[in-house]
């Protein structure tokens, strides 16, 4: 089994990968959390309300004004809304919060 030495993409930190890993695509990555550190600032998969791209009051302010579950680009620009109206009790609950 052949192993190369090399820097993980996030923090530098040196490590021992496998050659067949290396191949596969893997082996950029020290740790779970350096991988996942990677994949939120690829992603912004939590910095968002629903997987939207924006903050819960835009999210909510849109679905308000055109009655249906807007809908946002990966840079959060508004591109319009789906549909007849989301689960009501869910969000009744947040606006007494």
Do not use: I
């Not at 249906?68 to 680009?73: E, R, S, W």
């Amino acid at each position: 089994m052949s192993t190369v030495v090399k820097n993980c993409e996030c923090c530098g930190a040196e490590m021992k990968v496998r050659s067949a890993d290396l191949k596969r695509g893997w082996g950029r990555f020290c740790s779970k959390a350096c991988k996942a550190r990677e994949q939120e600032r690829r992603t912004h998969q939590y910095g968002n309300y629903r997987g939207s791209g924006v903050d819960r009051d835009t999210y909510l302010a849109k679905a308000r004004e055109f009655g249906g579950v807007p809908q946002f680009d990966r840079h959060g620009n508004y591109t319009g809304f789906v549909g007849g109206g989301f689960d009501n009790t869910e969000h009744q609950d947040h606006e007494r919060e």
